[in-house]
């Protein structure tokens, strides 16, 4: 159980373009979801938090207009990287905890790798 | 803001052998959990920890929640090479579900 699955998993586009990426949950609900990037030989740094129903909540320094989320259903949520440039390149990983649940352990994704060329 | 500091950075050792590692942080944390990243993967969770002073086992993983509340440990017994990855610990920003991960520390097992 507790399966995290996104799509896809690796991307190039031109610069100047969008790309979306969506984060499931199939065998949970998860009302709250977690949206991270990684640099190459770097650690995880949380962009933001995805809310169903809500808007999401963005760490500081992260572009809301930029990086959009949405969180249409308690299965998927969704990250556009708008306008993207070779500078947004990089490895980008979802998790979700599950809804109600007793402990609070966070599930991943298997991730993203976008390349902006 | 809260950090995760985690050692050693890398480390290299023979097949066979145990690995430790730690995790340490100025702040309390409530819930410490580790994980483990193959290149190119996201996280896989391998052991969560909930109240202080908590031992837990996974196979040949044990992790330790300290009693300090400001850090982890975890030991690997008897590695093998597909223990090679990155090892990160997590924990949860206070009153929140939003985790952060430390630094990491990259193992690379000689066969």
């Known amino acids: 159980g507790a399966v995290v699955s996104q799509h896809p998993s690796w991307v190039i586009c031109k610069s100047g373009t969008s790309v979306k990426i969506e984060c499931r949950s199939l065998d949970f609900q998860a009302t709250t979801m977690f949206w991270y990037r990684q640099f190459p030989k770097q650690s995880l740094m949380l962009m933001a938090t995805s809310n169903e129903g809500s808007k999401a909540t963005y760490e500081q320094g992260v572009e809301k207009d930029k990086f959009l989320i949405n969180h249409a259903s308690l299965t998927l949520s969704t990250l556009t990287v708008t306008s993207a440039h070779p500078e947004d390149s990089s490895f980008y990983i979802c998790s979700a905890r599950v809804t109600g649940g007793a402990n609070t352990e966070a599930f991943f994704g298997q991730g993203t790798r976008l390349t902006v060329v | 803001g809260q950090q995760l500091n985690q050692s050693p950075q890398s480390m290299f050792i023979q097949e066979g052998e145990d690995v430790s590692m730690n995790c340490t942080s100025s702040?309390?944390?409530?819930?410490w959990l580790w994980y483990k990243q193959d290149p190119g993967e996201g996280p896989v969770l391998l052991i969560a920890?909930?109240?202080?002073?908590e031992l837990t086992s996974n196979g040949r993983l044990t992790a330790q929640f300290g009693i300090t509340r400001k850090d982890s440990f975890l030991n690997i017994s008897a590695s093998i090479p597909s223990d090679v990855g990155i090892y990160f610990c997590a924990g949860p920003r206070t009153g929140t579900y939003k985790y952060i991960f430390g630094t990491g520390t990259r193992l690379k097992v000689l066969a």
């Open positions: 702040s309390i944390f409530n819930t």
């Open positions: 920890l909930y109240k202080a002073g």
